[in-house]
């Protein structure tokens, strides 16, 4: 079914395989084993981390309605700070672990080894606990892509502090909601955080954030730029100040495999982002395994990943998975068009790069602005090739393969979540002749079943779409919503009764080879960016002038998805395009620039059902520009509304 309709098989080449940790015959091997008996497969893998006290127990983890409770390698204890630095410094002390490439490239790139990472990180967790930080308490980073960010991060898991890093283009009101919502007792941020050649005022965005906080919350400033910034006295320290203060010498924290790591929020399909907690343990093993064998990583390779550490793809494959295998990887602070469209190929080029990890959003960008970009570049460094954050169109992927990678370079579309830790499904670069748009083949431990998605049928065999959901357990997994474990259970286990629910939507091919086909909720996803359509719509609301508004995503040429609003104003307010400025700005300031609304367009009324639900469905089609499709509107409370919105359709260009 799908080899016909799709571009082809593209398989590595002899040479790859022959050096490549799993082959074909070793992933259909490991994979039976990691099924057949986990216990034993994990056992063996959990030795990638060094344990203070090795574990006895591997898995105690149910998807049982009312029992949702998962735990990995529970009575073992470990620090992840010292897995991902200590532990290397006798082998690879003076090896680079953190390269450093600035937003400008006429500023310098940085080269940070496994021993300065340990002096920088020492240093950073005793500031952190001067300033009062300790074990469990949680710590707010909201920094640009600077090595202070990794080393904040390594400094909270070195102490036992609990990171909650908040992406910096998140807005004020965004921040503080994060800060509040874990009840953090330390803020980390910069000064400016330049990005594209413009710089953001994240300390100013701090100051508002705090504004109406009325606990005492700390906050600890890295110099980045120098630009002026308002102080507050008393509560406001600078990075450099305090770390010449203090010793490098830091003790790591014994931390049990189940102590949180990470708090992250994620947008869902109802309500405000939830923070997603993540282990120590598990979460590391995971991170390490899947990044050496995902890439296909080497001892000595230089590995960039161009995610923000603000998302989830930052945490396992920039810090934690990278430098729990001792591996050199690449921060990069800026965007791929600044100062042009050559920059991404540029660093590749400049520090040559062996595996290279990015979303499709950006492939799209950076395609619509030629192929010249990228050839002017040595890319032969290059081995692998890597995608995640959304569905990558075919386009994009034959770009990205034949441009990119000369048609010689294994492409790996990773399929996973904030929630997933680390990769779910993936072609692995040796084992898996790969397919333009396909996650293939589930990881090692990793259980996928297509459910339909009514009755909640398990669909047997080849050929089947429905929505996807994981039977059982793996390291990697999140544990808990941050304070609220019911909502745990709701949000994933109580649709499909004993299975994780993704919310994506799936297809297995003749092949058995799996598709990711979007997700299957009220969640959207613009450039790579999760984004939940009742956040928007309560910032929509919040406007004085807004009495309604249904937000759903709709196809974009570069985004993936766009953010589509219909708006219904108060009585007596006009509708203009000043108006829709100010909401659009609006947004932004509730949330953030990654939220601003693409589309608005008014809408007198909103298809609802008699009882006065908002059928999404609908407006999801007129967005689309699909009305063949729009279904039974017969139960509509008022069906003239649809008329009236398809006539007045905002324009997608
Ligand atoms: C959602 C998770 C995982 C890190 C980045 C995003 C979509 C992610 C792929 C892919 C198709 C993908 C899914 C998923 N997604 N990777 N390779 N192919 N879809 O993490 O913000 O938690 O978003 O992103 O819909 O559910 P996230």
């Not at 497969?41 to 949702?68: C, L, M, Y």
């Not at 399909?269 to 993540?278: A, R």
């Not at 499904?425 to 996650?439: F, Q, V």
């Not at 709709?554 to 000043?578: D, F, R, W």
Request: with cysteine; proline share 5%.
């Amino acid at each position: 079914m799908t080899d016909k309709t799709q571009s082809g098989i593209f398989p590595a080449s002899a040479e790859f395989v022959a050096n490549a940790h799993v082959t074909a015959e070793s992933y259909a091997s490991m994979y039976a084993d990691s099924v057949k008996d986990p216990d034993a497969f994990w056992a063996e893998h959990g030795k990638r981390v060094d344990w203070i006290k090795p574990f006895t127990k591997v898995q105690n983890a149910s998807f049982a309605p009312g029992n949702i409770d998962i735990r990995w390698f529970e009575d073992g204890t470990l620090n992840v700070a010292a897995n991902c630095i200590d532990r290397h410094l006798e082998t690879r002390g003076e090896q680079t672990a953190i390269i450093w490439e600035p937003d400008s490239p006429e500023e310098q790139a940085l080269h940070i080894t496994y021993r300065e990472l340990h002096e920088q990180v020492g240093k950073m967790a005793n500031v952190f606990k001067g300033l009062g930080v300790g074990k469990g308490d949680r710590v707010v980073i909201y920094m640009p892509m600077i090595p202070e960010a990794a080393y904040a991060m390594l400094a909270c898991a070195r102490i036992g502090a609990i990171h909650s890093i908040v992406f910096a283009g998140f807005s004020p009101d965004a921040l503080g909601a994060r800060v509040n919502g874990c009840d953090a007792k330390l803020v980390i941020t910069a000064d400016h955080a330049p990005r594209g050649g413009r710089a953001t005022k994240l300390k100013d965005n701090v100051n508002q954030a705090l504004l109406h906080e009325t606990r005492d919350v700390k906050c600890l400033v890295v110099k980045r730029t120098g630009d002026q910034i308002a102080w507050r006295a008393g509560v406001d320290f600078w990075w450099h100040e305090e770390a010449a203060k203090v010793s490098a010498d830091c003790p790591p924290e014994e931390m049990n495999a189940e102590d949180p790591l990470f708090i992250l929020y994620t947008s869902g399909s109802t309500g405000q982002p939830k923070g997603v907690v993540h282990s120590s343990g598990g979460y590391l093993v995971y991170a390490a395994m899947t990044h050496e064998i995902t890439f296909d990583y080497h001892d000595g390779d230089v590995y960039w990943c161009t995610a923000d550490v603000g998302w989830v793809t930052g945490h396992s494959y920039i810090v934690y998975g990278p430098l729990a295998n001792g591996a050199t990887t690449l921060m990069f602070e800026g965007v791929p068009t600044y100062p042009d469209a050559s920059r991404f190929w540029q660093v590749c080029e400049k520090h040559k790069v062996n595996q290279f990890y990015t979303a499709p959003t950006a492939l799209r960008a950076l395609m619509g602005q030629g192929k010249e970009f990228v050839e002017r570049c040595d890319l032969s460094s290059l081995k692998v090739l890597g995608t995640v954050g959304e569905p990558i169109n075919p386009e994009a992927w034959n770009w990205y393969n034949d441009v990119v990678g000369k048609g010689e370079r294994p492409i790996v579309d990773t399929w996973w979540q904030t929630e997933t830790g680390g990769h779910l499904m993936t072609p692995l670069p040796g084992a898996h002749a790969t397919k333009p748009g396909a996650a293939m083949k589930p990881f090692f431990g990793i259980e996928p079943v297509v459910l339909e998605p009514t009755s909640g049928a398990v669909l047997e065999g080849n050929g089947v779409e429905g929505v996807l959901c994981i039977s059982s357990s793996w390291p990697g997994q999140m544990r808990t919503v941050w304070e609220d474990h019911e909502r745990f259970e709701k949000t994933y286990f109580s649709d499909y009764k004993g299975y994780y629910f993704t919310g994506d939507g799936c297809r297995r091919d003749e092949d058995g080879d799996y598709w990711i086909t979007g997700r299957v909720d009220d969640v959207i996803n613009v450039s790579g960016h999760r984004m939940g359509t009742a956040e928007v719509e309560s910032a929509l609301v919040a406007h004085a002038k807004v009495a309604e508004a249904a937000v759903v995503g709709y196809p974009h040429n570069i985004k993936g998805q766009g953010i589509y609003c219909y708006v219904t104003l108060m009585n007596g307010e006009e509708p203009s395009e000043a108006l829709r400025k100010e909401l659009r700005d609006f947004v932004r300031q509730e949330i953030g620039p990654i939220a601003s609304p693409d589309l608005i367009q008014w809408a007198p009324g909103l298809p609802k059902t008699r009882s006065g639900k908002i059928m999404r469905r609908i407006l999801r089609k007129i967005a689309e520009d699909d009305y063949g499709a729009l279904g039974d509107i017969s139960t509509l409370a008022d069906p003239t509304v649809v008329e009236e919105l398809i006539d007045n359709r905002m324009n997608k260009d």
